[in-house]
């Protein structure tokens, strides 16, 4: 964390001699820089095209007014279902991990992988790691934070409505159904909304009165249906 001058002094053999003095100025910095991963967030699921980003710092070390700075951020990203890491442009054939630059600034950064190499289904783990000039190298991956693991997932979840029957009815005291997501895809909520096509057309309005057909704007009248999984 301390600071130091170095100067260097140097003469030649003539009479007189000539002398040439310089300084050099360097920092001792010992302490470790941080890649930070903001994008995907941990345990997330994407689809279409994804992309990586996020920021990097380097502490001051003890003592000093200012830090080395940053110099580099790679990344690796590894597809659990086979053990690989990625090969930018390319698809998961390398071992792991297998670092390599990220766009941008450092602070912030990115990375999209072109052509979209992942899989339907599998999950990846993202790996940040950032260098500084002081030539200290990230050692440690906390999850959430410069490590993160992520779902791919390019299937629409399903919905069925099974009361009431379709045609004709002489009830609607309820609705009931399923909704589902192919694995590794989680329904978040599954919501509902009734129009009555006869004049006058309106949405049912599940708050006034205890509910009842009003003029609500469309999306207005989206309600979110009971669950009945334990």
């Excluded at 693991?149 to 379709?166: E, L, N």
Aim: hydrophobic share 35%.
């Amino acid at each position: 964390g301390f600071s130091y001058l170095l100067r260097a002094r140097v003469r030649d053999s003539s009479v007189p001699y000539k002398e040439t003095v310089k300084d050099f100025t360097l920092l001792y910095d010992t302490a470790t820089p941080t890649a930070v991963i903001s994008s995907p967030r941990h345990l997330s699921y994407k689809t279409g095209v994804v992309v990586l980003s996020g920021t990097s710092y380097d502490p001051d070390p003890a003592g000093a007014p200012a830090n080395s700075g940053v110099s580099t951020v790679t990344l690796s990203i590894q597809r659990m279902a086979n053990g690989n890491c990625y090969v930018p442009g390319g698809s998961f054939t390398a071992p792991c991990p297998n670092y390599f630059a990220a766009n941008g600034n450092l602070n912030p950064w990115s990375y999209t992988p072109p052509g979209t190499p992942f899989a339907n289904g599998e999950s990846y783990v993202v790996v940040a790691k950032a260098s500084d000039t002081a030539q200290n190298a990230q050692g440690n991956f906390g999850v959430d934070v410069s490590s993160m693991t992520f779902f791919y997932d390019t299937d629409a979840p399903s919905v069925v409505v099974t009361v009431p029957v379709t045609g004709r009815t002489k009830g609607m005291t309820y609705l009931n159904g399923t909704a589902g997501d192919l694995a590794p895809g989680k329904l978040v909520k599954v919501e509902v909304r009734v129009r009555r096509l006869t004049a006058p057309v309106q949405y049912w309005d599940p708050v006034t009165n205890g509910g009842e057909f009003n003029a609500i704007g469309l999306e207005g009248a989206w309600f979110t249906a009971a669950s009945s999984e334990a």
